[in-house]
Nanobody, 121 residues
Framework: QVQVVESGGGLVQAGGSLRLSCAAS????????MAWFRQAPGKEREFVAG??????YYTDSVKGRFAISRDNAKNTVYLQMNSLKPEDTAVYSC????????????????WGQGTQVTVSS
């Protein structure tokens, strides 16, 4: 069983930055694909960014603005969000799965509780 806990959300003005953190338990953290998803009110959950052992992947709307990274020594994944826009407002959730990086949320076994990110205009 892997436990996932996010932190770092909050309220920021458009153009600002936030860094989300995702701490996961487990001795095999380095082998997990980790991803960030978000869900805005009235919308479906969408893939934002993911990282596996050797690669990263981003949805088009955040390319060049967001950066995902991981520190395997700390069992932690980060999402640096820059140039934030009001349309980035959502609950951001971190997820983990054994195996390759996949963008579908249904492929992920372990989820955090989510953290709210609100970007004001």
């Amino acid at each position: 069983q892997v436990q996932v806990v996010e932190s770092g959300g909050g309220l920021v003005q458009a153009g600002g930055s936030l860094r989300l953190s995702c701490a996961a338990s487990g001795r095999t953290f380095s082998s997990y694909a980790m991803a960030w998803f978000r869900q805005a009110p009235g919308k479906e959950r969408e893939f934002v960014a993911g990282i596996s052992a050797g690669s990263t992947y981003y949805t088009d709307s955040v390319k060049g603005r967001f950066a995902i990274s991981r520190d395997n020594a700390k069992n932690t994944v980060y999402l640096q969000m820059n140039s934030l826009k009001p349309e980035d407002t959502a609950v951001y959730s971190c997820a983990a799965r054994g195996g390759i990086l996949i963008t579908s949320p249904s492929a992920y076994n372990y989820w955090g509780q989510g953290t709210q990110v609100t970007v004001s205009s």
